[in-house]
């Protein structure tokens, strides 16, 4: 299996977390429109390969986006299975404002749990490593949505921990979905998290790799409400 962009940028700068800078990409940050429905993903590792399932799905209650999330992993080694995760989390966004977050995650036995709630001006986040207020404009690390490329702090999924990021890029690049290819934007993250993030047309993430302990991941995109790739860009 070929090895991702972002696992040949953690071989060639080793010094991941560096300080970092603002970057701003002009034309490429527009209003969420990513229609409502099931989005789910594969999970692929460059050793041991399809290791799980990723899920999104979005739906709207009045002025609220509501996000649910499941994460499903067993990966294994020779039968023997050496990490498994389950997690369910809830996204609740007014406006450009996330207004609620739960997160429930099994890891290998442990338990860790997240809640953040909005809070004046902070979303005040209680997590594993204790209660911190991080600015409104915090954002979880699910990039289904494509104004997280405005963000430059982001709030681990699964920790609660927050980390400043850059983003950058929006060339076109061809991406392979299950069995089919597209044209895709490719941004990459870097800072104190680093990761490859690919939108189709419609703005709907069909490809993103992350690092997580050390160990890169990638999640592509296998089914949507709609057809991967279709829609234009206005």
Known sequence: MAMSRLGRRRERW????????????????????????????????????????????????????????????????????????????????????????????????????????????????????????????????NPWSIPILSATLIMGAETGQVFQVTFAGGAEETVMTGTRTIRARYYIASGQRQGDIWYDASDVPVKFSVIDEGELVTCVLESAPQPIGAGRRQ
């Open 14 to 141: 080793p010094a991941l977390f560096a300080a970092v800078a603002i970057v701003w990409l002009p034309g490429a940050v527009r209003a969420a429109g990513v229609p409502n429905g099931t989005y789910i993903y594969s999970v692929i590792h460059p050793i041991l390969g399809d290791i799980g399932t990723f899920s999104n799905v979005i739906s709207q209650d009045k002025e609220r986006v509501i996000v649910e999330t499941r994460l499903q992993i067993a990966a294994k080694l020779w039968f023997v299975t050496v990490r498994r995760i389950e997690a369910e989390r809830r996204e609740v966004w007014e406006g450009s404002k996330l207004a609620l977050y739960d997160s429930t995650t099994r890891k290998d036995g442990r338990l860790i749990t997240v809640h953040g709630h909005a809070e004046g001006n902070s979303f005040v986040v209680d997590r594993p490593a204790g209660r911190i207020e991080a600015p409104a404009s915090v954002r979880p690390s």
